[in-house]
């Protein structure tokens, strides 16, 4: 299976999407003000200890108080903050655990009253982004992901991916993790360490107890509310998680972002270096990839199957809801039940989808089409694990009700990604009242005009709508042709479905907008000082 990663960075962040066979299976948007990413560890206070929750409320600096359970504190609570403590207090405090002494590990039936008290600085790790009304979610099992190992501090066990089945690899693993690893660090082998050499495993160790290092280093000068260790951004964590021999290439449209990626995957994977491309052309490069298309009809309420079918998706605060419809689909199958079962196995493939392309987490009810026969009800529910297998996020699927439902939990670890699919008129602004949008033809024209004659622009794009694209190119003597005849002067035009119908833009050769020097307004174009006779 080819992978193609494209992001596309800007001021305001990254657009991260994953291309699979062509299409967009995962999309994620990095806000770079954004904090409280997933992994994120912080120096934090605690603010209330709830007997009634068996939690304590955490201050990490967000602006409500983030959510720590008894359950999310570990076994080895009470020596994470005996360190902490230390480490606070005593600048000599080593960031190795080599002669730290281990406290004894908390029941795990106990009360948060008798582990934590009001006040007290505490290390967390962030494992929910805030969402909605809700803080944070934190845990105290402190991890520290890398490409192939997680580091688990305060701990000398030493885990095997369930993924990695040969018994003989688990064991050469475990050997070989147990005599590099340093002492009171356990380690989790993640499934990507299959078959890996001694060193590529040991550098990667190195790596992460060097990020430990440094972390601890910040946290000796550190303020409650600091950030003491921060998690890859999105971009990264992806590359780390999920790249391989699949992996076709890692597209970028900034110089900035090319040099980053190309750094970082030299780092983890040197032999990927060369699957970093920049895009260099003038179109945007969602647009020219297809991939703005696709994020145009993906996320609406209806969503289109190959065969004719269609999804609903409604979301609510509790769950969300996902009915199949079996639309105009063409009845070549012999039977009603044939028809069923062809369109649900379609809307396996795409519910599937859209969980991972949405990050929709939470409890999902899924409404297939009635089948009677057992059979083939057992064949959707065996189709749907598979199709969820490549998923990252935890997942628990039940099999089909009596009803012909589908129950499933997908873990919900940030924000679900909305995109809105519904545009306001470009027009009316939402008013429902326009002026004359045929208008809109002679405007481009009239400031067409303006900058050839007026401010001699040479070597001119027109950025514009698709619709209105089509219009000045369609003809054996196109609009387009018309005004090379008259100007000598070709004007290269570009589509944008980003832009509104009525929207549009004018660039020099050096893909700057061209300002209009003069203040005249819409209605002036109109006036006879600005148009120019057609003979």
């Known amino acids: 299976m080819s992978n193609e990663l494209f992001i596309s960075s800007s001021q305001s962040g990254d657009r991260i999407a994953l291309i699979q066979e062509k299409r967009l299976v995962e999309y994620q ?43 999310d504190l570990g076994p080895k609570i009470k020596s994470l903050t005996k360190f902490t403590k230390n480490a606070i207090t005593s600048a000599s405090t080593p960031a190795l655990l080599k002669k730290f002494e ?35 979610r934190l845990s105290c099992e402190i991890s520290l992901a890398g490409r192939y190992l997680v580091l688990v501090p305060f701990s000398n066990v030493v885990s095997v991916s369930k993924k990695i089945t040969d018994k003989e690899e688990r064991q050469r693993l475990v050997r070989l993790i147990s005599s590099i690893r340093p002492e009171n660090f356990g380690v989790i082998i993640r499934t990507v360490a299959s078959n890996k050499e001694v060193a ?128 105009n689909k063409s009845n070549n199958e012999t039977s009603q039940e044939e028809t069923a079962l062809h369109t649900n196995l379609e809307a396996c493939r795409e519910v599937a989808r859209q969980l991972r392309l949405r990050d929709m987490g939470g409890i999902i009810v899924v409404d297939f089409i009635d089948m009677k026969n057992l059979d083939n009800r057992k064949v959707i529910y065996e189709r749907m694990k598979l199709e969820m297998k490549d998923d990252r996020s935890k997942n628990v699927i039940l099999p089909l009700s009596k009803f012909g439902l589908m129950q499933i939990t997908r873990e919900r670890v940030r924000p679900q990604t909305n995109l809105i699919t519904m545009e306001v008129c470009p027009t009316c602004n939402g008013t429902g009242k326009i002026s004359a949008s045929i208008a809109i033809t002679d405007q481009i024209e009239h400031k067409l005009d303006y900058i050839i004659t007026k401010q001699n622009e040479k070597n001119i794009t027109l950025v514009l709508h698709p619709y209105i694209y089509a219009y000045f190119t369609t003809g054996y003597i196109s609009k387009r042709t018309k005004w090379f005849f008259k100007y000598f002067r070709w004007v290269k035009l570009r589509t944008d479905s980003s832009l509104g119908l009525t929207e549009f833009k004018f660039l020099d050769e050096g893909a700057q907008n061209i300002d209009m020097e003069s203040e005249a307004t819409t209605e002036d174009y109109r006036s006879e ?7």
């Open 29 to 71: 948007f990095e806000d770079h003000t954004r904090k409280f990413n997933v992994g994120d560890i912080y120096l934090g206070t605690v603010r209330k200890v709830v007997p009634g929750l068996n939690a304590a409320f955490i201050d990490v600096g967000y602006e409500k108080d983030a959510f720590l359970h008894y359950f």
């Open 102 to 136: 281990l406290e004894a590990e908390i029941k795990k039936d106990g009360k948060v009253s008798q582990v934590l008290e009001k006040g007290n600085p505490i290390l967390v790790q962030v494992v929910k982004e805030p969402i909605s009304t809700k803080g944070p």
């Open 200 to 327: 590529e495993l040991d550098k990667d160790l190195r790596n992460l107890v060097k990020t430990w290092e440094d972390g601890i280093a910040i946290l000796k000068k550190a303020r409650p509310r600091d950030l003491i260790i921060g998690e890859l951004d999105r971009t990264s964590s992806i590359l780390r998680d999920m790249l391989n021999e699949s992996f076709d290439s890692i597209n970028v449209d900034t110089k900035e972002l090319y040099d980053d990626l190309r750094s970082y995957i030299k780092n983890i994977a040197p032999d990927k270096e060369r699957l970093v491309k920049l895009h260099q052309g003038k179109t945007k490069m969602f647009e020219s990839t297809g991939v703005e298309k696709q994020l145009k009809t993906l996320f609406g309420k209806s969503v289109s199957l190959s065969g004719g079918g269609y999804l609903i998706i409604e979301h609510t605060e509790a769950l969300h809801v996902i009915d199949v419809n079996s639309g």
């Open 529 to 535: 000082e600005y148009i120019t006779s057609e003979k």
